[in-house]
């Protein structure tokens, strides 16, 4: 099976740089994804790694390291409207290509 | 271009009675997916289908069924509602079997159970 662990909640200011942890134990790995959901949204995707290192995709950036079973998700520049819920997840690659979601970062942006 | 389209968007039932949510897709993806999101926790597998015809079990299965006889819809199904399944429901699709690329989610149904 799979598990993943995030820290349920999260308090930043405006402009700041906030990271989003995640560890997970799993019985097939092949990526990690992060998905953001605002309140009453549906979640959208936002980064993916299958290998080790940092993925930037503009303020966005990700990182895993597989020996560690470990990632996170970099967020610059926070702006208001980041303020949401944040869920890594990983894909087994079985049959289906099913992801596991972790239970999500609610990330709050302060003034 | 509408992608995934879910119907209704809200719904309240008594216990016991039955429904069915609808996932239609324009996208022509393989891969559809039906997961349920509780308050506090991420989204969870309900079925999966990987093509026309096709499903599978996932995390929590019971208490719904699935059908796909068309690519482009997908069907969960919920024959004797219970409050346990009080929750928001979401439908995603993938393109296939690659790796990299991402879901796409509806915007989910909110359902309330009596």
């Known amino acids: 099976g799979q598990s993943l662990e995030q820290p349920s909640e999260v308090t930043a200011v405006e402009g700041a740089i906030v990271q989003i942890n995640c560890t997970y134990q799993?019985?097939?790995?092949?990526?990690l994804s992060w998905y953001q959901q605002h309140d009453g949204g549906a979640p959208t995707f936002l980064s993916y790694?299958?290998?080790?290192g940092l993925e930037e995709t503009g303020r966005f950036s990700s990182f895993l390291s597989r020996s560690d079973s470990y990632g996170y998700l970099l967020l610059q520049e926070l702006q208001m409207k980041d303020s949401a819920s944040y869920f890594c997840?990983?894909?087994?690659?079985?049959?289906?290509?099913?992801?596991?979601f972790g239970t999500g970062t609610q990330l709050k942006v302060e003034l | 271009n509408a992608g995934v389209t879910q119907t209704p968007k809200f719904r309240v039932l008594k216990t016991g009675q039955s429904m069915t949510l609808l996932c239609a897709q324009d996208m022509n993806h393989e891969y559809m997916y039906w997961y349920r999101q509780d308050p506090g926790m991420g989204l969870r597998l309900i079925h999966y289908?990987?093509?026309?015809?096709?499903?599978a079990k996932g995390e929590v299965p019971d208490g719904y069924n699935v059908s796909r006889l068309k690519k482009q819809n997908f069907l969960l199904g919920l024959e004797s509602a219970a409050p346990s399944q009080t929750s928001v429901y979401f439908c995603?699709?993938?393109?296939?079997?690659?790796?990299?690329?991402?879901?796409?989610f509806g915007d989910g149904t909110r359902l309330s159970i009596l």
């Open positions: 997840a990983v894909r087994d690659g079985g049959g289906g290509n099913k992801l596991t």
């Open positions: 995603a699709t993938l393109t296939g079997p690659r790796s990299n690329q991402p879901q796409h």
């Open positions: 799993t019985s097939g790995f092949y990526g």
């Open positions: 790694n299958a290998l080790d």
């Open positions: 289908s990987v093509g026309e015809g096709t499903t």
